[in-house]
């Protein structure tokens, strides 16, 4: 695969962003704690910044009040005129926009990390776009081991254009822990998603202040369609996902398994010619978006070595 | 405990209600199932009839889209005069009463099963009103009988005005089942309502036929308190379920057990004079009503005999 360029300047503009989903409640609460507490995120080359993505969503415990923010960054939204029936998310997406970019811009963030919850049974897992740069894979290779206790699985989605917050920044990940239901806080995923991001300012601080990272091989998941409910000619829903598939997320679905129970009691068989590995599995959000689950297939990636700054780059501490 | 009288002639009007709470799916998904295929809820000498309480609700996928349904049912709600202002609940409460009641009147319906699901871990458990009716309870038994696999734990409510719609009825009980997030229907989850709702209403049809029951002695949690979140001065959480506590619903909460954790990362203990079990632990939709989690008590009632109707009652097959 192609890879962008590495960055050869130290990051020090930064940002960890929680509540872009205002029901996603780690995210919601780190943000909030960290924004009464920014020392956690202090490193001797940088501080991260912590922001409350979508305050209004998550004032109302809801994924968004107008239309999904992490949708939301794309030149259409971005470039088009504001006008007073935009809906919250469209003018929140602008201003973080403003702050956070221009996206696509050098005077963009250097690095983005989001943080996110899913109700489905994936864990602690990294998504990518499949055109990042090598650097955020060294990033999701170093939170593998040093977080050994967690599977850390990366997922990268298709090419094409980017919606999402992270998007805006030169680089970027989001990290989705689950399962949590929305508008829950659980202490054993709070303090994973906390580990994590700390790990991840750790990477950044190390690779600022001149270490270089070997090349290696990663497994990855690469999103390659997804699967609706059965439903009825009005549309509504005929079944739900099979008990056999419910929580296996990242386990393989062969041809011909059950995938879904209808209402009436048959089962649905996964129709499919080959061997996916399913993910947000029966995620709550993906209802509306007519998604039961995600398919990815896994391959396997060389990632090129990631060269240490030249020893004279400047590190200035904010 | 005082009894109130148990029915002397079959019971012949009985609704089950999905959907009260429009974000608990297992409800919902069932009463839509229902009223497209009703004969599931046939039995020999009465149909139950299945009603999507808040359609409303339902259609948003949120608990409510004014108010709480499920405490709407008070005489100060169902006897005030109608507004153009009145939330849309207090309004479908006023319908609902119409229909299954009038609340408290020889023309109510004769038992209401309502349907809701929790994100906490309570499995499968049944709530009823500390003043309700040994019919019953003598239910509830029947049901542990039938599903020896589900623990079927039973919880008694503090006495005081009714507000559910259950109380509706001349008698009533709500089945709740969980851990389920909110907006997600999960197969176990779905067959163990439909299971528990199918042995309620052969219950009532052994009734019905002249079966009677004797008398038994059954363990009950009896609602003693609510206990709070930690908050920060301006009303935010300033902390977390402990992971000792999560998922612990049911088991004794001993005084100086860890109950909570703060962000800052101390320990919060239970500050309680003596062992409470506690319910809801975490529930996503008591963190609006201030309660991290219910107390009961642990007690053991004596149930008196249901005796059978007169053999000359007569059974009239809708």
Redesign the interface.
Known sequence: MPWLPTPREPLLRVAVTGGTHGNEMSGV?LA??WLQ?PEELRRPSFSAIPILANPEASAA??RYVGQDLNRSFTSAVLTSRATSNDPYEVTRARELNQWLGPKASGQAFDFILDLHNT?ANMRACILANSDCCAFAMHMCHYLQLQNPELPCHVIHYQSGETFSLQSVAKMGLSLELG??????????I?SQMRALVASSLDFIELFNQGTGFPAFEMEVYRHCGEEDFPRTEAG??AG????QL?DQDFEPLQPGAPIF?L??GEEVLYQGDRTVYPMFI????Y??KHMAFMKTEKTSILVPALPPLPAAAPIQTP
Chains 1, 2 share one sequence.
């Open positions: 609460y909030r704690h507490c415990c809801s109700t399962p949590q239901p929305q508008g829950v806080l659980q202490a054993d709070f509504d829903l739900i996902v099979h008990p419910q129970q209402f009436s029966n995620e709550a959000a209802y509306e």
